[in-house]
């Protein structure tokens, strides 16, 4: 795998399996678990990824403002704390905006760290490697993978000299659950050497109206990003959902401390996938469970990564939207 200025925007693009067939293996089991469910990843196709982007900039939706907001006032202290940075692995690239923010706050005598885009969305990579190329000098190696292939990878692979920061931000961690999320920054420390560090950006807990609003917003982005996963379901996997007879319903679970996003059927309605060999009855009022997202209190965003063999560098929260970036050591 090459690495080159990006100029050209180069993908190095790492098997992952995109295959229909995997698609239809998971709609299968998912659908036919209790609750139902279907796993949160299939919701970022490109037009799934494009009503996301959208959803970040609504004013009901503070979370992505709230993050740049830190990476913008923060970033000079994240480089200072980390002055032999030699290479930044970000877990999502996203549109690429955030790490782009906290690269041109180091400071102008530091040599620009290498770049690892780690995303299983090609369209995601593509457009973060464009917008990072804005950045002079910037070296840039993109990698279509899982999060554990990705981490896998870089564990492996001949490193740079000098320290590496892994970036996991946009409260991604929150689509786990508190055993996942657990194993998910273990995997993260694994991949790291000491010394190293991580960038974890979290959403805190807030009122659940403010919570409810951002999952179910007036203007029904976020209703339409939901819906489109049944879009993607018909189009790619011959299925025949109706979606006029799904709502879109978000639900802040306080027991677990997470907001829900579920597709509720609006009538009793027989359903088929074909390509997933798959025939379901589903009555008014059921629903389908598409994604998780747990909330945090400042302490349990330390209380998780410590045990994972981090040491706490630096918290910066912005309380007003509430949302915390946590800067951690790997000791």
């Not at 400071?107 to 950045?135: C, F, K, N």
């Not at 929260?317 to 509430?322: L, S």
């Amino acid at each position: 795998m090459s690495t080159r200025p990006l100029s050209s925007a180069p993908l190095a693009f790492e098997p992952f399996d995109t295959s229909p067939a995997r698609f239809a293996s998971d709609v299968q089991y998912y659908l036919t678990l209790q609750p139902r469910q279907l796993p949160s990843r299939y919701l970022y196709d490109a037009l799934g990824s494009a009503l996301f982007d959208a959803i970040c900039k609504l004013p009901w939706y503070p979370i992505t403002r709230a993050e740049m907001c830190l990476l913008a006032r923060h970033g000079r202290e994240i480089f200072d704390r980390l002055p032999d940075l030699s290479r930044i692995v970000e877990l999502g690239s996203g549109n690429g905006e955030k790490l782009t923010t906290l690269l041109e706050s180091r400071p102008v005598d530091r040599v620009p760290p290498e770049v690892h885009l780690i995303d299983v969305s090609a369209a995601a990579l593509a457009t973060s490697a464009r917008t990072i190329g804005t950045v002079e000098s910037v070296r840039i190696v993109s990698r279509r993978a899982t999060y554990e292939t990705g981490l896998d990878q870089i564990r492996r692979e001949r490193r740079p000299p000098g320290a590496t920061l892994a970036l996991f931000l946009g409260s991604n961690i929150g689509n786990f659950d508190p055993p996942g999320a657990d194993a998910f920054v273990r995997a993260i420390r694994g991949a790291l050497t000491r010394g190293d560090a991580l960038l974890l950006g979290a959403d805190l807990v807030k009122p659940e109206s403010d919570l409810l609003l951002a999952y179910d917003d007036p203007l029904g982005v976020t209703a339409a990003f939901n819906r489109n996963l049944l879009v993607r379901i018909n189009a790619e996997l011959d299925g025949d959902f109706d979606l006029a007879a799904f709502a879109h319903h978000a639900v802040w679970n306080a027991a677990e401390s997470r907001v829900e996003m579920h597709l509720v059927s609006l009538r009793s309605q027989h359903i088929r996938v074909g390509a997933a060999r798959l025939e379901l009855d589903m009555e008014a009022g059921e629903s389908i469970w598409t994604e998780s997202s747990y909330k945090y209190r400042p302490d349990e965003v330390v209380g998780m990564l410590e045990p994972a063999g981090f040491r706490l560098l630096e918290q910066w929260t912005d309380a007003r939207p509430g949302f915390a970036l946590t800067l951690v050591e790997a000791i």
